[in-house]
């Protein structure tokens, strides 16, 4: 499968618990996402990647939230002191963005099937 | 406020029939927009992308329609199949900080046989 693929599909935790999730993005793409989806709501923007550099992150990413992207290429979500209101799908997404930005309209993202948290 | 508005909040449909879901946006300036499909348990796929200068695109089964002057969009699907469905979600990219796709809540669809 040369799809996006993250790691793990479920996660029980309980309240104050660290947790840490996986994307690895499809190998020849550049740009990596992070959202968070709760039940009956489209996902919402947390932080995206180009290469490894971290260029942007929502104020719904709060302190206890970290993202990193150490080689470019797979990365990771880290939660600490997880609360009942992290419960949620949380979906990563990578594209290709041609260097000198190309064509944005033909920036598709792709997205893996999620993992999905309960904070116990 | 939500900038991306979805019609109806969920739909049952006989398989075979049409249907046709609504999006109104309030994004602007915008690069382009999307529609996605995601089932459940599942990541969304993209099933057709337009820019604000597009009026309409196709995917097989799917047709999407843009109105930039009022903001709309559409995906109609024909002759619906049990595997349409899903929920079905509106995606506007802005013209500046493109890569903060805004999300529609979706459309969440079921095709009875």
């Known amino acids: 499968d040369t799809g996006v693929s993250q790691d793990p599909r479920h996660k029980i935790t309980k309240r104050g618990q660290n947790v840490t999730f996986r994307c690895d993005p499809i190998?020849?793409?550049?740009?990596l996402y992070w959202y968070r989806q709760t039940l009956g709501q489209g996902p919402e923007f947390l932080t995206y990647?180009?290469?490894?550099?971290?260029?942007?992150k929502s104020r719904l990413l709060s302190d206890r939230f970290s993202a990193e992207r150490p080689k470019g290429s797979f990365s990771t979500l880290e939660i600490q002191r997880t609360e009942q209101g992290d419960s949620a799908m949380y979906l990563c997404?990578?594209?290709?963005?041609?260097?000198?930005?190309?064509?944005?309209?033909?920036?598709?993202?792709?997205f893996g099937a999620g993992t999905r948290l309960s904070v116990l | 406020k939500n900038q991306v508005e979805q019609s109806p909040q969920s739909l049952i449909i006989l398989e075979g029939k049409n249907c046709t879901l609504q999006?109104?946006?309030?994004?602007?300036?915008?690069?382009?927009l999307r529609w996605y499909k995601q089932d459940t348990g599942r990541g969304p796929v993209s099933l057709t992308i337009?820019?604000?200068?597009?009026n309409t695109k196709s995917n097989g089964r799917y047709t999407a329609t843009l109105d930039a002057d009022t903001k709309q969009s559409s995906l109609h699907i024909t002759a619906s199949q049990l595997s349409d469905s899903a929920s079905y979600i509106c995606v506007v990219s802005p013209l500046y900080g493109a890569q903060k796709l805004v999300f529609g809540q979706g459309t969440r669809l079921t095709i009875n046989p």
């Open positions: 990647f180009q290469n490894e550099a971290q260029l942007e």
């Open positions: 190998s020849e793409h550049n740009r």
């Open positions: 337009m820019t604000f200068s597009e």
């Open positions: 999006c109104n946006y309030t994004v602007s300036p915008f690069s382009n």
């Open positions: 997404a990578s594209s290709f963005l041609e260097i000198g930005g190309g064509n944005l309209a033909k920036n598709i993202q792709y």
